[in-house]
């Protein structure tokens, strides 16, 4: 069975940083395209970042410049550098990708951004 499995989620204080991981039970060499979505509480889950085999990335606007995304194929891993993090960062976050026409989720990691 495929995995997705997030790690790295944790309570931080504002303006301060984490490192998500989604890790993969396959070889991740032929995923185009690997997603970061997250959840915040009382809102519908969004995309915040794509990260391609050609090594381009897209963000969406909120996290611009904040947070960058990177994968290591040699390991089956996706990453999200979270930099300067603020209130409205807290969320469960997802990753997500398309193998052989089957949508992959993992169960989530929790950010909560707090003092």
């Known amino acids: 069975q495929v995995q997705l499995v997030e790690s790295g989620g944790a309570l931080v204080q504002p303006g301060g940083s984490l490192r998500l991981s989604c890790a993969a039970s396959?070889?991740?060499?032929?995923?185009?395209?690997m997603a970061w979505h997250r959840q915040a509480p009382g809102k519908r889950r969004e995309w915040i970042a794509v990260i391609r085999n050609d090594g381009t990335t897209d963000y969406i606007d909120s996290v611009k410049g904040r947070f960058t995304g990177s994968r290591d194929n040699a390991k089956n891993t996706m990453y999200l550098q979270m930099d300067s993090l603020g209130p409205d960062d807290t969320a469960v976050y997802y990753c997500?990708?398309?193998?052989?026409?089957?949508?992959?989720w993992g169960q989530g990691t929790q950010v909560t951004v707090s003092s």
């Open positions: 997500n990708a398309v193998l052989s026409g089957v949508v992959l």
């Open positions: 396959v070889s991740i060499a032929g995923i185009y395209a």
